[in-house]
């Protein structure tokens, strides 16, 4: 199992980016997928959920309705896009699986928000 993340970078407060998590080694329209984030010394915290039938989603209640996760079953990608974001989304942002019971993850990819 393979998951790369991608569409971070620096964005403005107010600003809106979109992620992305490439998943490959499994058959990706069986499994939730997940995005978290993990901010410098702080707790990693769920950001949003999907679940393999797509329509089903969970998100943190820090979120407000500014995210947004999708799943793209002919590219085997999830996305998250993040709108009207604020100086607290500065973090590391990672997708994982849980795949029989072991979780696996992507390298990150780092989301900064300047004020």
């Known amino acids: 199992v393979q998951l790369v993340e991608s569409g971070g970078g620096l964005v403005q407060s107010g600003g809106s980016l979109r992620l992305s998590c490439a998943a490959s080694g499994l058959s990706f329209c069986v499994y939730g997928m997940t995005w978290y984030r993990q901010a410098p010394g702080q707790e990693r915290e769920l950001v949003a959920s999907?679940?393999?039938?797509?329509?089903?989603?969970t998100y943190g209640a820090f979120v407000k309705d500014r995210f947004t996760i999708f799943r793209d079953r002919e590219k085997n990608t999830v996305e998250l896009t993040m709108y009207n974001l604020e100086a607290e989304a500065t973090a590391g942002y990672y997708c994982?699986?849980?795949?029989?019971?072991?979780?696996?993850w992507g390298q990150g990819t780092r989301v900064t928000v300047s004020s």
């Open positions: 999907i679940a393999h039938t797509v329509y089903d989603t």
């Open positions: 994982s699986v849980r795949r029989y019971g072991r979780d696996y």
